[in-house]
Every structure is written in structure tokens, then in C-alpha cells.
């Protein structure tokens, strides 16, 4: 699917990470020092470049920032053991697009890369549509079919976020930044009951269900048009 | 001697005796010249007078001249009236001394006085003023007098310097070495308190001086030091022991599983069960590290004014769902004017305190009961309040419940409620804002826990920067901005 380049030094996690992506059919190059990766990220192009803040050689931010100074605007996920939100601040500024801290679920950063490979087009679109489900954003409505969903607005924000990802994994931690917008770890069980009540409400009419948990890993809006 | 040398508290007590000693010297110069100058020209004008009045009436001159001679018995007036010819005519001075201008003032001169043994020079003070017949008149007087003062000035001055410097140097000696045996017993205090016996405290004296209150501190500082490494020590032991429970539980699944599934699915279904395991273990954790960080200050960085109305309507909008599904109804109160003057914060913190103090409730509340969470308005502060219905928390664990890892009896009670971290993060962002939280009892009996949040003085730059802030993120961020979550600022 998508050609990632990884940049990790220890060879145990990047085993780890290599299989999972792989498995997930992405191509996967590994480096496992600094400047190796410097070169390799600069010799090909990549579709995502997913890096470690510590490397050997040469730090992961200095990387970025070399790359980015250079005009490279390959999507960057910067992975790191340091959870201080300093830090994250910090890798987010060296020019990374996300930032995951260390330890994460394999599924978390499938999802994070997933989402950087398939970033919203048209975010600007206020009318959207996705199989059934309608919303119009400016007049804050919702339908699905021809019947009118009666939506709170942060599940109208939800479902949006939804619906302009289908078929894309969305793990509670990113519903949890990008809709509720604000940075933490919640119990996981908060965001599955908000999207629980979503859920009730889309399928109130005996409709078949539109979103689906991914097991360990977090929910996709799967268009009930489609064949699934 | 030389460890004395370099004591800075000597250094100190040298350089201000030096300075004493500088200050009394200048003070004694200005009064020896003052008081020189002073009987030189009140010598002076004396003698101005006396020519003047002799010049006046030439005729009377020698006369004057004589009696000024006889005005003094110890022979230090001399004068003279000398003729066109240079020739005396009245006085005791030999000779018209050389040199003397004839313009009435008074100047320092060689003479030559007649004494009954024959003559003898001098030097006196002297004033002259020609005579209508061409001669002159001479009034003087002898410059030893002035002299003597200042001989003896200068003298008694030297005399007395060498007693200020001894008296100032042996103070400076003494003080200094005073200082040095109080430092030497604090510095032996603290070389115990380095040698690892941390209960060990700084003599604190009764002066109440600088030292006492430098001691005071240290001391204060130790108990600090001790509390913490006391937290630290216990933290440790929670730590270690909370994570034993689910690793314990963790290896027993897997050992049993390994001999014992038969299924692929069974299979799956003991990994799933140690990932949970595993995932709560990684939440302690994580949770204990972000407790470190923000006691550690580090996010102090990130502060903004923050909106607390919206931050207290989300975090209950949040657990609504979760309160509604546990049959606890969530009341929102926030207060007419509550919140409009913004708090200094971080918001993604402050979010977690609420977050936390709600979950704390819901999770205490028995179905049927309910929440309340209010923003009130005090006068200088606006208040978080966190009501429950649920059975209060007794006062002997009001401060408890904060600590890391205290989990109220209550809470042992109920199985599958996490450990006592949520309230501990709670009191560490409370620690890192400065607002003080507290828990007491709601009206109900239930339990009140409040966060009170000062509201910055009306002419902080905090209110202006509020007002941009919230023109710049009024929209909810997922419509129109989907992505400035991810915005590093």
C-alpha cells in the first residue's frame, strides 16, 4: 500500500513495528541509525516517514529539521520515550506532523500513520455525505436516509470526524484530541460510550450499523453503501 | 590563621574597619583644615584691623603701634613705623621685613624682632600699609601659636588612630571569627544531613538574624527533602506492589493458557486478557510519570489564560454519557459572571483535574444519586466545585485522599476501582497552578471537593490575551479545523 520508512534504533521494537506494518501490507525500510536514515529519507520518496526522537548518530528532531529545512514535506510521525508534553511540543514544532509516546499500541500508530497517509481533502466542505448518512454543517443537522438525527453538537463534531475518514481507523486517542481537543489519556471506556450513544442514534430506525469497533484498536465509519 | 584569612566574613570585617579608618581620617582632615584656616584668618583679620587703624591717624601711629606691642605679655605681637627712609621709628621690628606688600593684608613672612637680648628672625604673620609721609606701618604677630594647634591636632589625631585601628581590627576579628564558629556548626550539620541522615537540622539561634533565618530555610528545605523522599519511598512501595497484582495475574493467564488452551480462539483470548493487563499496568505507569513531570514544574511553559467556563461544560458534557449509564444524574451550575475574568493555566491540565474530580464522583455515587459540578464566583477567584451524593469521605482523610496512591477505605471497598492516582494528578496540577483544592463535605453528606482557581488582577495582560485567544478558537476545532489539534501551538 503505502512505502514507509522507519527509523528506530532499537532492533527489537523495530522488529515489532516492521511486522505489524508489513502485515498491514505496507513496504517498510528500515534504518536504525541517525544518519543512515538522513540519507535514506532524503535518497527516496516515501509516502510517511516514522521516526524514533532518540536516535544514535543523529537526534530524530535534528533529522526532521534537516528535512524539512531541505523542503521535504513527506508526512512525519515522530515516536518517542519521553511522554513530557514539552517534548511533544517540541517534535511537533521540528517539523513532525504527529507524535506518539512510547509505549503505544501497534494498532495507535497504524491508525496515526493511516491517518497521515489519507489526510481530509477538503476540510472546507460543510455538506457531507458518506453512504446514507448526510450532515450540513452550517445548519448543524444530521440525517441518515430520509430520517432526521437529533445529534448534540459534539457528536455532530464526531460524526463528521467519521465521516470525513471512512473506512480509516480512528483510535480513541485521536477522537480524543481531535474532537474533544484536548490532550490526555482518558479512560478508554469514555470515548466507547459517547460513540455508543452515536452509534443508538444512527441505528434508531433498525438501520445496519455504519460505525464498527476495531478490536483493541479503535472504530471505522464504514459507508452502508458499499459492500463491507 | 590563613583558613581565617580566607574566611570571607574576615575579609568583610578588615575591609570595614579599613573603611573606619578611611571615614575618620577624612573626617579629621576636614576639621584640622577647617579649624587651621579658621585661627589663620581670624589671625588675620585681627591684624587688618590693627594696620588700618594705625594707618588712619598717622600721627598716632607709633603710639598704636606700641600699645599693640604691650597688648601682649608673651611677646608674640610685634609692629613697627618705619620712615620714607626705611629708618624705625616706633616698634619692635628691626627692619621692614622684605618682601611685605603695603596693601593692607595679612601674608607670612621672615623678620627680624628686636628682643632684650639683641634680635632674632622669625617668621610671623604681618600686615603693612603705606603712611601719607611716605613711611610705613607694620602690625604682625608670631605664627607659633597656630603652629602649636596644629602641631597638637596632628598629634593627638596619630595618637588616637592607632587605638580606632587596633579596636576596629580586633572587632573585625571578632566578629569575623563569631561568624566563623556559627558556620562551622552548620556546616558540620549539614555535612551529616550530606552523609545521608536527612533528619538532622541547622542550630537555629534567637536573633532572629540572617543566619537564624538562613537556617530556618535550610531546615525547611530538609523537611521538604524528607517528605519527599518519605513519598518517594512509599510511592516506590505502592508502585512496586500495584504492579505486582496484575503481572501476577498476568503470568498465571499465560501459564495456564500455554498448557491448557486448545483453540486458536482460546488462545486469542488469553492474549486480549493480558494486553488489557497489561495496558492497565502501562496506565499506572504512565500515570506516575506524569505525576513526576508536572510536579517537576516542567509545564509551568505551556500556561495561557484559559476559559474555565468551557473547560468545566466540556469535561461534564465528557462523563454525562457515563453518569447517565450508571443511573447518576450530572448537573451543570455554572455561575451568572463565573469565569469571565480567564485563569492563568495549562487547559489540557486543568481539563484533567475536572476530568478526574468528576470520575471520582461518578465513581463514588451509587446509581439513583447525582453530581453537581458548578463553576462559582467568588470575588477574587472562581471556584470548581464537585458535589456527590455518594457517602462523603470521613475528615480524618480529607488531606489523604490527595497523596499519591491513597486509596480511601472506601475504595477498597469497591472492588474495580483503579488506584489512588486520579486525586493524586489532581493535586499535582492543583500544586503546579497554585490553586489550592480541597475536600470537604456537600450538603448532602456527600463529598465536596473544590478547586479554587484566583482570577488575575483586572489589568493583567491575561484578560487581553484571553479575548484573542477565544476569537481565534471560538469554532469547535473538528468543523472547521479538523486538524488544529495537531497544531504545535
Known amino acids: 500500500m503505502a512505502k514507509l520508512l522507519l527509523i528506530e534504533d532499537d532492533a527489537a521494537t523495530a522488529q515489532e513495528i516492521l511486522g505489524d506494518l508489513r502485515g498491514r501490507g505496507h513496504a517498510v525500510a528500515w534504518a536504525a541509525a541517525g544518519p543512515e536514515g538522513a540519507e535514506r529519507a532524503t535518497a527516496e520518496a516515501w509516502d510517511a516517514i516514522v521516526l524514533d526522537r532518540m536516535l544514535p548518530g543523529l537526534d530524530g528532531l535534528s533529522l526532521l529539521q534537516g528535512l524539512r529545512g531541505a523542503g521535504d514535506r513527506t508526512p512525519a510521525l515522530v515516536l518517542s520515550a519521553l511522554s513530557d508534553v514539552d517534548e511533544r511540543i517540541r517534535g511537533l514544532r521540528a517539523g513532525g506532523d504527529d507524535y506518539l509516546a512510547k509505549p503505544f499500541a501497534l494498532g495507535e500508530l497504524a491508525a496515526r500513520i493511516e491517518a497521515l497517509l489519507r489526510r481530509p481533502a477538503d476540510t472546507r466542505e460543510t455538506l457531507l455525505r458518506v453512504g446514507s448518512l448526510e450532515i450540513d454543517l452550517i445548519a448543524g443537522i444530521g440525517r441518515r436516509g430520509g430520517r432526521d438525527l437529533d445529534l448534540l453538537p459534539r457528536e455532530l463534531t464526531l460524526l463528521e470526524y467519521l465521516m470525513r475518514r471512512p473506512g480509516q481507523v480512528v483510535t480513541r486517542a485521536l477522537l480524543f484530541e481531535e474532537v474533544w481537543n484536548y490532550r490526555f489519556t482518558p479512560k478508554s471506556n469514555l470515548i466507547d460510550v459517547h460513540l455508543g450513544r452515536l452509534r443508538r442514534k444512527l441505528e434508531a430506525a433498525g438501520e445496519p450499523p455504519v460505525i464498527h469497533s476495531v478490536r483493541g484498536i479503535g472504530f471505522t465509519l464504514t459507508p452502508d453503501d458499499e459492500p463491507r | ?489
Open chain 2, 1 to 489: 590563621m590563613t583558613d581565617l584569612l580566607r574566611s570571607t566574613t574576615f575579609r568583610w570585617a578588615l575591609g570595614i574597619a579599613l573603611w573606619s579608618v578611611l571615614l575618620a581620617l577624612a573626617m579629621f582632615g576636614f576639621v584640622y583644615w577647617q579649624t587651621v584656616s579658621f585661627l589663620r584668618e581670624e589671625l588675620a583679620e585681627t591684624l587688618r584691623l590693627e594696620v588700618r587703624a594705625a594707618a588712619e591717624d598717622p600721627a598716632a601711629a607709633s603710639a598704636r603701634v606700641e600699645t599693640w606691642i604691650a597688648m601682649d605679655r608673651h611677646a608674640t605681637h610685634y609692629g613697627g613705623v618705619f620712615g620714607r627712609d626705611g629708618r624705625r621709628l616706633a616698634g619692635n621690628l628691626v627692619g621692614l621685613p622684605a618682601g611685605l606688600a603695603r596693601d593692607g593684608d595679612a601674608e607670612r613672612v621672615g623678620a627680624t624682632i628686636e628682643v632684650s637680648e639683641g634680635s632674632l628672625g622669625d617668621e610671623i604673620w604681618a600686615t603693612a600699609l603705606a603712611l601719607p609721609d611716605g613711611g610705613t606701618v607694620v602690625i604682625g604677630h608670631d605664627t607659633d601659636e597656630i603652629d602649636r594647634v596644629r602641631a597638637t591636632t596632628l598629634r593627638a589625631f596619630g595618637l588616637g588612630l592607632v587605638p580606632a585601628l587596633a579596636l576596629s581590627g580586633l572587632g573585625g576579628l571578632l566578629l569575623a571569627s563569631r561568624a566563623r564558629r556559627r558556620l562551622a556548626v552548620t556546616e558540620a550539620a549539614l555535612a551529616e544531613v550530606m552523609r545521608g541522615d536527612l533528619r538532622r537540622r541547622l542550630p537555629v539561634g534567637s536573633r532572629d538574624d540572617e543566619f537564624d533565618r538562613l537556617a530556618r530555610n535550610v531546615n525547611r528545605m530538609l523537611d521538604e527533602v524528607e517528605r519527599l523522599m518519605g513519598e518517594v519511598r512509599s510511592v516506590g512501595d505502592a508502585v512496586a506492589h500495584d504492579l505486582r497484582t496484575p503481572l501476577t495475574r498476568l503470568r498465571a493467564r499465560l501459564e495456564r493458557s500455554r498448557e491448557q488452551a486448545r483453540s486458536v480462539a482460546e488462545f486469542r483470548e488469553a492474549i486480549d486478557q493480558g494486553l488489557a493487563w497489561i495496558d492497565q499496568t502501562l496506565a499506572m505507569v504512565t500515570a506516575v510519570l506524569r505525576i513526576g513531570e508536572i510536579e517537576h514544574g516542567l509545564r509551568r511553559a505551556g500556561f495561557a489564560p484559559v476559559d474555565l467556563t468551557r473547560i468545566v461544560r466540556e469535561a461534564a458534557e465528557f462523563f454525562e454519557p457515563v453518569a447517565e449509564d450508571k443511573g447518576v444524574a450530572l448537573a451543570v451550575a455554572v455561575d451568572e459572571g463565573a469565569g469571565r475574568s480567564p485563569v492563568e493555566g495549562d487547559r489540557d491540565l486543568l481539563f484533567e483535574a475536572v476530568s478526574n474530580l468528576i470520575d471520582n464522583a461518578v465513581k463514588f455515587t451509587p446509581a439513583g444519586g447525582s453530581v453537581r459540578v458548578g463553576l462559582e464566583q467568588g470575588p477574587a477567584a472562581s471556584v470548581i466545585v464537585v458535589e456527590d451524593s455518594g457517602p462523603g469521605i470521613p475528615p480524618a482523610e480529607r488531606t489523604r485522599i490527595f497523596q499519591r496512591f491513597y486509596r480511601a477505605e472506601r475504595a477498597r471497598q469497591t472492588p474495580g476501582n483503579g488506584l489512588g492516582l486520579g486525586l493524586g494528578l489532581v493535586a499535582a496540577i492543583a500544586r503546579l497552578h497554585g490553586f489550592p483544592v480541597e475536600a470537604g463535605k456537600a450538603p448532602g453528606g456527600g463529598a465536596r471537593l473544590t478547586l479554587v482557581c484566583p482570577v488575575p488582577a483586572p489589568t493583567d495582560p491575561a484578560r487581553r490575551r484571553l479575548a484573542v485567544a477565544q476569537a481565534g478558537a471560538s469554532a469547535p476545532a473538528g468543523i472547521l479545523q479538523p486538524r488544529s489539534g495537531r497544531d504545535p501551538l
